[in-house]
């Protein structure tokens, strides 16, 4: 899991306190600046969907056109009771749409030396991101939540500092090159989004968050914005993050316990939704932006 931990701190480092007073609540609250882009392919901006404002009253997200696009997959879903077969659905729907079986159909040119990038599909990539989250995939993963909602990326093997530092642009080209040759990529994961959200609505009807866990060393992993009259904090999460749907499970991966609500809207994927297919332990990857926090002992 992505926990971008910082080792020998306590608890309490790096926490301020200014929520105090009405104006610097207002601003923990908000998305900042720096950590947006002003334009986005959702039908949300970024400083709507990455603010506290949204983990508290979630709406749906949707990715421009996708539904619409690929409309043709959902009638098929609807009339699937079974989970495991609609997954089975939606991969034998993926490896047809995207040709993942037959590459020279995509427009691969036979004998091409570099087939290897042609072959990083969607679940090449989560995989990937399972097994190092700071790696290629996981570069190729948090531009592509860049680039679909405006939450620019906070840490990739370290702070990025922005999106004029040297730590940005190495991250930046690591991205462009995992997307470079390859097949639709970014589209194959504007559907793998799309399908999970169809799955947790029709598995959670009603329900609008999850409860879920993340393993820290300390509250100074994460880029604290505040505190609430509760104790709890408000932080801003890099663009995209592990977390764990099973608490005794984030107890492998730091001394306390963080725990958020987050809105289904922000799931990007689980290693659930594919049974067979997506391995490891209850793992949800979940798009960023400001939420309020949980700390505890384990």
């Excluded at 790096?14 to 908000?30: E, K, L, Q, T, V």
């Excluded at 056109?65 to 009638?75: N, T």
């Excluded at 060393?217 to 604290?224: C, F, M, Q, R, Y």
Aim: hydrophobic share 35%; charged share 25%; glycine share 10%.
């Amino acid at each position: 899991m992505d926990n971008n931990r910082q080792k020998g701190s306590d608890i309490g480092s790096g926490a301020g306190d200014p929520g105090r007073n009405p104006a610097d609540a207002w601003s923990a609250a908000a998305l900042p600046q720096a950590a947006r882009l002003c334009l986005n392919r959702c039908n949300l901006p970024a400083g709507i969907l990455g603010s506290l404002a949204y983990q508290r009253h979630p709406v749906p997200l949707a990715i421009d056109g996708v539904r619409d696009f690929h409309a043709d997959l959902c009638r098929r879903l609807d009339p699937v009771e079974d989970h495991r077969a609609r997954a089975q659905c939606f991969v034998d729907y993926m490896t047809v749409r995207f040709c993942l079986e037959h590459l020279e159909e995509a427009g691969l040119t036979p004998g091409r030396r570099k087939k290897s990038r042609a072959n990083a599909n969607y679940l090449r990539q989560v995989r990937g991101w399972s097994f190092d989250s700071d790696g290629r995939e996981g570069a190729v993963l948090k531009y592509w939540a860049e680039t679909r909602f405006g939450l620019l990326a906070r840490h990739h093997g370290g702070p990025l500092h922005g999106r004029g530092s040297a730590a940005y642009v190495e991250f930046q080209t690591e991205a462009v090159r995992g997307i470079y040759g390859t097949n639709a990529l970014e589209s194959q994961l504007d559907l793998l989004y799309t399908y999970c959200q169809y799955e947790l609505r029709r598995q959670h009807p009603g329900l609008n968050h999850l409860t879920l866990y993340r393993g820290i060393n300390s509250i100074g992993d994460h880029e604290v914005l505040g505190r609430e009259p509760d104790g709890g904090y408000l932080v801003l999460l890099n663009n995209l993050n592990s977390f764990t749907s099973d608490r005794e499970r984030a107890d492998e991966f730091g001394d306390y316990l963080l725990t958020a609500q987050v809105p289904l809207p922000k799931v990007f994927f689980y290693n659930r939704l594919l049974p067979g297919m997506l391995k490891g332990e209850d793992e949800y990857v979940v798009i960023g932006g400001v939420y309020a926090v949980r700390i505890s002992t384990l």
